[in-house]
Nanobody
């Protein structure tokens, strides 16, 4: 079975940084999309960042300049570097990949930003 294992979440103060990792049990290089989503309490799940096969990345406006999505195809791992974290970034973060047949989701990792 395909497994996506996220790690790196935690409780941090505003202005801190975290790096989330998503280790995937299959190749991510050929996937149609490689993404990070997040869902805050009482809010809809939103797409935070996506990276194309050639490395081109897109971000939701609220994280531009602070977050960086990257991937290591050899390790089949997706990353989200989060800098200058704000309380508004508090959410469960989900790794997501999509191939021609279906979507795959990680279990989610909690990020809490609080003073």
């Amino acid at each position: 079975q395909v497994q996506l294992v996220e790690s790196g979440g935690g409780l941090v103060q505003p202005g801190s940084s975290l790096r989330l990792s998503c280790a995937v049990s299959i190749s991510i290089a050929s996937m149609r999309t490689r993404d990070w989503y997040r869902q805050a309490p009482g809010k809809q799940r939103e797409l935070v960042a996506t990276i194309g096969s050639g490395g081109l990345a897109n971000y939701v406006d609220s994280v531009k300049g602070r977050f960086t999505i990257s991937r290591d195809n050899a390790k089949n791992t997706l990353y989200l570097q989060m800098n200058d974290l704000k309380p508004e970034d508090t959410a469960v973060y989900y790794c997501h990949i999509k191939d021609i047949l279906r979507d795959y989701w990680g279990q989610g990792t909690q990020v809490t930003v609080s003073s």
